[in-house]
T-cell receptor, first 106, second 112 residues
C-alpha cells in the first residue's frame, strides 16, 4: 500500500510566521506535488517536483517555496504566513494524496 | 497552461439513477485524464483514469469517455448508491512531468 503522510493534520499560525509543511512518501515516486484546496476552487497546484532538488512552479506559487532534499520528502514553506493562506494543503505523490493539513493563519 | 472546466458544480440524483459529470480541457498536449472521488473529511482517491489513445473505459458501475477532438471527457456512474455521494474531480495531465491540473469539483448527492 502506498503511504503518503503529512506532518500535521491541523496547524494554527500567526501572520508573519514562517511555516513548514512536510510530506513523506514511501513508494520511491519521482513526482511529488503540493496543492491547496478551497471551497469552489477545487485543487490548485502550488509547486511540484520531478526529482531531488528539482522544482517547478504550479499555478499559484506566490508566497510559497518548496524544498526536496531527499526523494521521499517534499516540503512546502510559507516564508511569511498571511491570512489568505488559510486553507487545506494536500500533498500528492504521483496519483496518491496525503491526508491534508488544515492551516489557519490568524 | 492547462485549464480544466467541470460541470455541474452540484448534482442530485435519486438512488438507482445515472449521474454524468462533464469536463473540458484546453491543452491539446494533455494525454492522461484521471478522476478522483473525495468523501467528506477524506483525501481524494483515484477511481478511474483514461489515456488519450483510448475513447472509453469501464470499471463496474463507472465509465469514462474521452473525445480528443472536442477536448471533452466525462464520468458516468450508473445505478447510483448513497455511498457514491462525494465530491468528484476531473483532471488532465500532459504526461511529461505528470503535472496534473484539476477541475473545480462536482458535489454529487444520491438521494435514497
Amino acid at each position: 500500500d502506498v503511504k503518503v503522510t503529512q506532518s500535521s493534520r491541523y496547524l494554527v499560525k500567526r501572520t508573519g510566521e514562517k511555516v513548514f509543511l512536510e510530506c513523506v512518501q514511501d513508494m520511491d515516486h519521482e513526482n511529488m506535488f503540493w496543492y491547496r484546496q478551497d471551497p469552489g476552487l477545487g485543487l490548485r497546484l502550488i509547486y511540484f517536483s520531478y526529482d531531488v532538488k528539482m522544482k517547478e512552479k504550479g499555478d499559484i506559487p506566490e508566497g510559497y517555496s518548496v524544498s526536496r532534499e531527499k526523494k521521499e520528502r517534499f516540503s512546502l514553506i510559507l516564508e511569511s504566513a498571511s491570512t489568505n493562506q488559510t486553507s487545506m494543503y494536500l500533498c500528492a505523490s504521483s496519483g496518491f494524496f496525503g491526508p491534508g493539513t488544515r492551516l489557519t493563519v490568524l | 497552461g492547462e485549464n480544466v472546466e467541470q460541470h455541474p458544480s452540484t448534482l442530485s440524483v435519486q438512488e438507482g439513477d445515472s449521474a454524468v459529470i462533464k469536463c473540458t480541457y484546453s491543452d491539446s498536449a494533455s494525454n492522461y485524464f484521471p478522476w478522483y472521488k473525495q468523501e467528506l473529511g477524506k483525501r481524494p482517491q483515484l477511481i478511474i483514469d483514461i489515456r488519450s489513445n483510448v475513447g472509453e473505459k469501464k470499471d463496474q458501475r463507472i465509465a469514462v469517455t474521452l473525445n480528443k477532438t472536442a477536448k471533452h471527457f466525462s464520468l458516468h456512474i450508473t445505478e447510483t448508491q448513497p455511498e457514491d455521494s462525494a465530491v468528484y474531480f476531473c483532471a488532465a495531465s500532459d504526461g511529461g512531468y505528470q503535472k496534473v491540473t484539476f477541475g473545480t469539483g462536482t458535489k454529487l448527492q444520491v438521494i435514497p
